[in-house]
């Protein structure tokens, strides 16, 4: 069973920088991805990055790109989420979502349902 614990989630100005991780552990199989999601009130959840450990790609989707980065740990299940220059629309729930046997899809359209494994989130809160 694939567990996912996140971290690193907490208050920050406008104009601030956070570090989210995600530990995952428990994958059968060598192909898989590693998924950011975010969930803000009365909005719906969306997906902001991914790592698939097939080819060691990662990508943010352009709402994020320039602000966002994800890296990888080289245990590849370790997965981080660099974010600078916050904004208060950022504020968010911030969830680690993983697929076991499958990448990252090639659409780069991350949805919910593909993803069968997630964390328990990690708060973000970003203060005008």
């Known amino acids: 069973e694939v567990q996912l614990v996140e971290s690193g989630g907490g208050l920050v100005q406008a104009g601030g920088s956070l570090r989210l991780s995600c530990a995952a552990s428990?994958?059968?199989?060598?192909?898989?991805?590693i998924a950011w999601f975010r969930q803000a009130p009365r909005k719906e959840r969306e997906g902001i990055s991914c790592?698939?450990?097939?080819?060691?790609?990662?990508y943010v989707v352009d709402s994020v790109k320039g602000r966002f980065t994800i890296f990888v740990d080289d245990n590849n299940k370790t997965v981080h989420l660099q974010m600078n220059d916050l904004k208060s629309e950022d504020t968010a729930l911030y969830y680690c979502?993983?697929?076991?046997?499958?990448?990252?899809?090639?659409?780069?359209?991350?949805?919910?349902?593909?993803?069968?494994?997630w964390g328990r989130g990690t708060q973000v809160t970003v203060s005008s």
């Open positions: 979502a993983a697929d076991d046997g499958l990448g990252c899809p090639l659409s780069r359209v991350l949805r919910s349902a593909d993803f069968l494994s």
């Open positions: 428990g994958f059968r199989f060598q192909n898989y991805a």
């Open positions: 790592f698939g450990s097939h080819d060691g790609a990662t």
